[in-house]
């Protein structure tokens, strides 16, 4: 590398590169292959020593352009061509130098296209250097060196003709040890529009920006009122900071006549990103999102790049139109996915941007269709579907490129894409080298096409759908020079569709058997619409139980959207991953509604009550269920008279509620009971609870016992009722005896010893002990003194 740099910057004079030429002539070399610049053909000893070509011709350096101002040169202008050279090859290169060669005229877009494909090979002729002083010398290229090199030339000095688009050739010259002389060892050809003068019809083009990513969020959401999403993983934050991609989407697109191609979902879920959010950890913890001002930030910036501008709204999600016409129709419900995605789009996009859209286009992957593509792209209210010509290829053998649109039937209208211009940017536009010549080609397709007619043509392009940085800046260097030149100016999507169609142009939509195989083969599957449906089904039996169910519906509903999204085409586990994902989460919601369990139950008697728990851990209130108690034995035990009962059910938000139902035993045993949930139009609620209930009916032994207990409480009762009505009396008879004795005392003597002789007995009675037989007073001891006034006495 030092001895390459000892001799940078000279250069042989011409006398002394034609005495060289003479030498190699002398020495038996043919000068014509010489002169016309044509690899000469490696002399036997010098076999194998050279590198090896490949099989395109490219030659032993590689050439590489980095950089071509102006990409439009016209009248006055400087064109300066920047790159490096490599020598690939296993031997050094000496005495060499970059030249540039303007080559022949390009007439035909194919003819473009074909020299892009072939732009290193050195076998093709190659015009002459445009002159010795416009070019720079490399005295030695060691294997594996890489110089720069920088060429500039008045643009006068190319010799440029007419109106169309030049090859222009960047050549290294040099000789090796093997070969000796002076030949062409690298080449990198690229493209020079040429129209320095205004066109007299200029062709409408049509650049789609599209700003869609892959689905980020899931269906899960905080127990809190304002429901903290949850993402599945923190990736978009990337592409919308400073210089990641979809950052860079808008900066790019701001400045652009563009139609912006817009997925509502990537706005709602940025829009979920300016508030509090969650992402979903390794482990399965969330953590708190921090990127809430990124999130402001680049929001505040999409709505100054598209005020008036026109927007397209795509489904929410961008669901699969191409899955869903060949797998997903077979599968019922799978439609209307499409047409509530389709139906939020526009709120989504005017309720963020405050601009609003128009959802009249469909995009099928690549813009390839079929029949049944279109079918399923119109059925949501589309009319107009975006498709591309290397599928909707013309059959009329015209030679010029017709307008986008197609009438194709139904009131719906194909806007057809050039194939040659959507498909410019893809591939790796990191390199300086890739991305100019995606730029040079791009211009030189769109002049040729503006010159095959003096027909005025509308053109639109659809480039990838989620093009990287670099190829977003590619597209943004291309179109600024594109617009800035004098054969194209900008039109809207809708003022395209609206066009003039070409009358000669196809029509008919292509069959489904010429839909590529290399597509179809990333199709969502069957399994997956089948999934989507039965989660569906569950989230429909579920929120018709709920007291607020846009907490779940809206969720979940754009979760399912999500899952049948173009983005996940070629990333099949990941989207299986997503889906079960959105149904195992919602298996778990439903599954906070549900039964405690119960042991066996014990019936004692004829009749008794069961009482059966629900239980809600949802943090709103369920409603319109039902719990039915079925026994499965209903001659042995009744539930409600007959072989179940059923009973409203209404649960608060993290309750339970306990329901009793009356059940009868008609004999002994054991019976099986079922408890289950039912919605209100029949449709089981989750898992039921079994259990069972032990019946012990009373024997005739046992009623025996019962009833003589019974006799014997009555008959002692009636015992201690008579001795209470004996004793009362009593008491009355000594209170008369008691009167007459003080009135007729003298003329009956004997009153005071018979009342001696009763209270002897009386006071011997008292000192008597008490028997242990003996019952108990039923009433206090009397008293002897008169009765007061109005004082009760008991009977």
Known sequence: ?????????????????????????????????????????????????????????????SVSVDSLTPSVPTEGDTVTVSGTVTNKGKQTVTDAHVGLRVGPLLNTRSGIDNAARNSDDVQSVVNPEINDKYSEEFPKLTPGVSRPFSISVPVDELNLGKDGVYQLAVSLAGQTSAQPWEQTLGVQRTFLPWQPEEAGTQTKTTFLWPLISTAHMTAETGSDEQQTPVFRDDELAEEIAPGGRLDRMVALGRDLDVTWVIDPDLLASVD???????????????????????????????????????????????????????????????????????????????????????????????????????????????????????????????????????????????????????????????????????????????LTLGLQTGKQRSVVVAPQRTPSASQAQTMAEALTALQDGTWSEPQDLAAAAKAKPDPAATTKVPPASAYPSSLRKHELPRSAFEQIARTQAKLDKFTVVLSDQSRVVTPFGRALNRGMSVSWRGRETDAAIYRSGVESYLDTLIDQVKLIDKSETKLSGRSATIPVTVQNNLVQGVEHLVLRLTSTNPTRLEIGGDSYEEQPITVSGGHSQSVKFTTSANANGRATVVAQLYTQDGQKYGDPVTFDVKVTEITATVMLVIGGGVLLLVLAGFRMYTQRKRAAAREAEEQNDEAVEDVDGPQNPEAPAARLTEESEAGARADAPEQPSDPAPDTAPENTDPSGTGERVDR
Request: hydrophobic share 40%; proline share 6%; no cysteine.
């Open 1 to 61: 590398m030092a001895e390459a740099a000892d001799f940078q910057g000279t250069r042989p004079s011409p006398a002394l590169r034609r005495l060289r030429h003479l030498g190699a002539l002398l020495a038996g070399v043919p000068l014509l292959a010489g002169l016309l610049q044509l690899p000469a053909a490696a002399p036997a000893d010098a076999a194998g020593q050279d590198a090896p070509r490949a099989a395109s011709g490219a030659g032993p350096v």
């Open 272 to 446: 979920a990103m300016t508030e509090s959010y969650e992402v979903r950890g390794e482990g399965g913890d969330n953590t708190a999102g921090s990127h809430q001002k990124i999130a402001d930030r680049w929001l505040a910036e999409v709505q100054q790049a598209v005020a008036d501008k026109e927007v397209v709204a795509l489904p929410f999600g961008d669901p699969d139109l191409a899955s869903l016409a060949h797998t997903g129709t077979a599968v019922t419900g799978s439609l209307s996915h499409l047409k509530e995605a389709t139906d939020v789009a526009v709120d989504t996009v005017e309720s963020i941007l405050h601009v609003k859209p128009t959802t009249d286009f469909a995009w099928p992957v690549n813009g390839a269709v079929d029949p049944s593509i279109i079918k399923v792209a119109t059925s949501a209210g589309a009319d107009k579907v975006i498709a591309r010509s290397d599928t909707f290829e013309e059959t009329g053998g015209l030679s010029y490129t017709p307008s986008a649109p197609r009438p194709i039937g139904g009131g719906t209208t194909a806007v057809v894409a050039d194939a040659l211009l959507s498909t410019a940017f893809q591939g790796d536009m990191t390199k300086a080298s890739t991305s100019t010549q995606a730029v040079q080609r791009f211009l030189a397709q769109s």
